[in-house]
């Protein structure tokens, strides 16, 4: 593909490789240090004068950090006459604290789903997904949920938190029958995963056969790790937005979905002008 | 105070807590108290900013000093600009001691101009007038549309020397490099002494040399574009053996620049400045950045005493290496803070202020 360029920040330089290698290309040469004062400072290495430039930089680690050397990336890329750059951001970092709408950004944006690899990896991983359950945590992610139970043509159920009096803590209560079922529970991010490990020993004691936790990021940050391995998940699945390796040391139950094909495609698509919404249904091969 | 305005509120929004040292002395001086405002990281390493009084209508001054996660700093700045922007505060002035990035302010081969990034953000989000000191390059004034205020340590520096070096009457204002020489006339003119530049030591690799690259970036080797259109090359300088140009023998030697960060340079010209027969060496630089092993470094270099300001906290640095002390530049910058907010003129700061301070 001529015309296009592919950097990595230092976030996750694990995907990036792995988009690149799906495209064929190789990653552009860039240098990201810190100086002596923490200061960011970036240097590209290649000419990107009339490029198709990717950037690929996700918000998790140390996101300020990262966040500063997106910026500069950019700002980079563009000072030395790129034709187009792109920010290739697979977990958006400070979506919690706003919503992540479209409507908040002067620039096109491509929202892209975990989905359809989501539904690849039920169906190849567990052997009892036709009689499954597709369970939310709360009830904000019932449609997330429902889309889900509706292309297995499986039964959804869902936990809300109910308040009885005004000084006592939430109840969960589980809408739906679960009993002798295999209960997924789907969401998009896990942080400290103190609420699905909750939902996890609700499903149990509610009659479920085995539970797994399917979401598309792992943040799992404070006792998260803790947490899951004292809980009764069968496994929990979390895509590669965010490196995993480290974690995966720590925990034996997580299992890692590769992603990196969604956004190489997306690249792919949107360098070559084709529409992007196949994307939104099907995984590429 | 002037009541018929909306109201004053100073935040400021650092979470580390010796970064809040200069918010509560400003906030002293005025005889305010701090604004009610929570900032911390969550455990995924976000910030949060949560602002627990209302600033409907009101002038806020957002006092923020960079801590050693300078992009931390940066982002909770932003974060609190904007939030007071949404919620109809009248003005939002930033009052940055130390202006981040203000080395990364020119091209250098293919990097970024950070400082203009940082610029266009702050603006962004919201800020209307930005109070800072002694940046790097003046010119970084004109990265903003909005008014810029650089005030200067000088004054402050000046009276120390007067005030704490016995004999400065016999010193020189010394500059370390070429790059320096217009701040050490500007002190020398002030104190009626005389200067030394220091020439040809090697420059680091973190100075903001221009290395002449502008587009096209020129070829190295000749060999592979074709003979007729060759574009002459850049001739790359000459490193010329250190010499010191003006006479420091048995003298005070005040070295005299904006920051102290990496303290190789610094260390050498004390060296060679030793070496030349001065008896007694200073170092005055208005923010101390001191970074990493740099402590050390002064502790065991020819160098007597450090002076920096308090732009930047720098308590740590102090306890590794009891030659640094510091000046307290607090008042101006509360000063700056009343007059903006009493719409009253800010001359009376730059008076004795040299044009090439």
């Given at each position: 593909m001529p015309n296009i360029k592919i950097f990595s920040g230092s976030s996750h330089p694990d995907l990036s490789q792995k988009i690149a290698d799906r495209l064929g290309l190789e990653l552009g040469k860039v240098v990201t240090k810190k100086f002596s004062n923490q200061e960011t400072c970036v240097e590209i290495g290649e000419s990107v004068r009339g490029e198709d430039v990717y950037i690929v930089q996700s918000g998790c680690g140390e996101i300020n950090d990262?966040?500063?050397?997106?910026?500069?990336?950019?700002?980079?890329?563009?000072?030395?006459?790129?034709?187009?750059?792109?920010?290739?951001?697979?977990?958006?970092?400070?979506?919690?604290?706003?919503?992540?709408?479209?409507?908040?950004?002067?620039?096109?944006?491509?929202?892209?789903?975990?989905?359809?690899?989501?539904?690849?990896?039920?169906?190849?991983?567990?052997?009892?997904?036709?009689?499954?359950?597709?369970?939310?945590?709360?009830?904000?992610?019932?449609?997330?949920?429902?889309?889900?139970?509706?292309?297995?043509?499986?039964?959804?159920?869902?936990?809300?938190?109910?308040?009885?009096?005004?000084?006592?803590?939430?109840?969960?209560?589980?809408?739906?029958?679960?009993?002798?079922?295999?209960?997924?529970?789907?969401?998009?991010?896990?942080?400290?995963?103190?609420?699905?490990?909750?939902?996890?020993?609700?499903?149990?004691?509610?009659?479920?056969?085995?539970?797994?936790?399917?979401?598309?990021?792992?943040?799992f940050s404070g006792p998260a790790i803790s947490r899951i391995n004292n809980a009764c998940f069968e496994a929990v699945v979390v895509t590669n937005t965010i490196p995993q390796?480290?974690?995966?040391?720590?925990?034996?139950?997580?299992?890692?979905?590769?992603?990196?094909?969604?956004?190489?495609?997306?690249?792919?698509?949107?360098?070559?002008?084709?529409?992007?919404?196949?994307?939104?249904?099907?995984?590429?091969? | 105070m002037n009541h018929t305005k909306g109201g004053l509120v100073i935040f400021t929004a650092n979470s580390h807590p010796s970064s809040r040292e200069m918010g509560k002395r400003i906030a002293e001086r005025l005889g305010v108290e701090l604004g009610q405002l929570q900032v911390y990281q969550e455990a995924n390493r976000e910030t949060r900013v949560q602002i627990q009084e209302s600033v409907r209508g009101k002038d806020v001054f957002v006092i923020q000093t960079m801590s050693k996660d300078v992009n931390t700093s940066i982002m909770e700045m932003l974060i609190m600009v904007y939030a007071c922007r949404t919620s109809c505060a009248r003005s939002i002035t930033g009052v940055l001691p130390?202006?981040?990035?203000?080395?990364?302010?020119?091209?250098?081969?293919?990097?970024?101009?950070?400082?203009?990034?940082?610029?266009s953000m702050m603006c962004k989000a919201g800020l209307t007038h930005l109070i800072t000191m002694d940046l790097h390059q003046k010119e970084i004034q004109g990265f903003f549309n909005i008014p810029v205020d650089n005030l200067r340590a000088s004054p402050f520096l000046l009276q120390y020397i007067q005030e704490e070096i016995p004999d400065y009457r016999n010193a020189v204002i010394v500059a370390?490099?070429?790059?320096?020489?217009?701040?050490?006339?500007?002190?020398?003119?002030?104190?009626?002494?005389?200067?030394?530049?220091i020439h040809g030591e090697a420059q680091d690799a973190e100075s903001d040399q221009v290395d002449g690259r502008h587009s096209p970036p020129t070829v190295k080797t000749t060999g592979a574009i074709h003979p007729s259109m060759e574009i002459p090359l850049l001739i790359p300088k000459e490193?010329?053996?250190?010499?010191?140009?003006?006479?420091?023998?048995?003298?005070?030697?005040?070295?005299?620049?904006?920051?102290?960060?990496?303290?190789?340079?610094?260390?050498?010209?004390?060296?060679?400045?030793?070496?030349?027969?001065?008896?007694?060496?200073?170092?005055?630089?208005?923010?101390?950045?001191?970074?990493?092993?740099?402590?050390?470094?002064?502790?065991?270099?020819?160098?007597?005493?450090?002076?920096?300001?308090?732009?930047?906290?720098?308590?740590?640095?102090?306890?590794?290496?009891?030659?640094?002390?510091?000046?307290?530049?607090?008042?101006?910058?509360?000063?700056?803070?009343?007059?903006?907010?009493?719409?009253?003129?800010?001359?009376?700061?730059?008076?004795?202020?040299g044009v090439d301070d």
């Open positions: 990262n966040l500063m050397e997106l910026l500069i990336m950019i700002n980079a890329c563009k000072i030395a006459s790129a034709s187009r750059v792109t920010a290739v951001i697979p977990c958006f970092p400070y979506a919690r604290q706003d919503k992540k709408d479209k409507s908040f950004f002067d620039i096109p944006v491509d929202n892209l789903y975990a989905e359809p690899a989501v539904l690849k990896w039920i169906k190849e991983n567990i052997l009892e997904w036709k009689n499954c359950i597709i369970v939310s945590p709360d009830a904000g992610g019932a449609k997330r949920v429902t889309s889900i139970a509706d292309r297995l043509n499986v039964d959804f159920a869902l936990i809300h938190k109910e308040r009885k009096k005004a000084n006592e803590v939430d109840r969960m209560v589980l809408v739906g029958d679960v009993t002798d079922r295999v209960a997924i529970l789907v969401d998009d991010m896990a942080d400290t995963c103190g609420t699905i490990c909750h939902a996890a020993d609700k499903l149990i004691s509610a009659g479920a056969t085995r539970v797994y936790a399917i979401l598309t990021h792992g943040i390796e480290e974690k995966m040391k720590h925990c034996s139950k997580i299992q890692v979905i590769d992603i990196s094909m969604i956004l190489a495609e997306a690249i792919r698509r949107t360098h070559n002008g084709e529409s992007v919404s196949y994307l939104f249904s099907h995984v590429p091969l | 130390y202006f981040p990035y203000s080395k990364q302010c020119k091209m250098r081969k293919r990097g970024s101009i950070v400082t203009k990034l940082i610029a370390k490099s070429p790059a320096s020489a217009k701040r050490a006339q500007s002190f020398a003119e002030r104190l009626r002494l005389g200067i030394a530049v490193k010329p053996p250190i010499t010191v140009v003006g006479d420091v023998g048995g003298r005070i030697a005040i070295i005299v620049d904006d920051i102290i960060d990496d303290v190789d340079s610094f260390v050498a010209a004390a060296e060679t400045l030793k070496e030349r027969g001065a008896y007694k060496i200073f170092v005055m630089a208005t923010h101390g950045l001191l970074s990493s092993e740099a402590p050390r470094f002064i502790e065991e270099s020819a160098i007597d005493e450090v002076v920096v300001t308090n732009t930047i906290p720098h308590e740590l640095q102090k306890l590794q290496c009891p030659k640094i002390k510091t000046v307290d530049i607090s008042m101006i910058l509360s000063e700056a803070i009343r007059r903006i907010y009493n719409g009253e003129s800010m001359s009376y700061l730059f008076r004795n202020i």
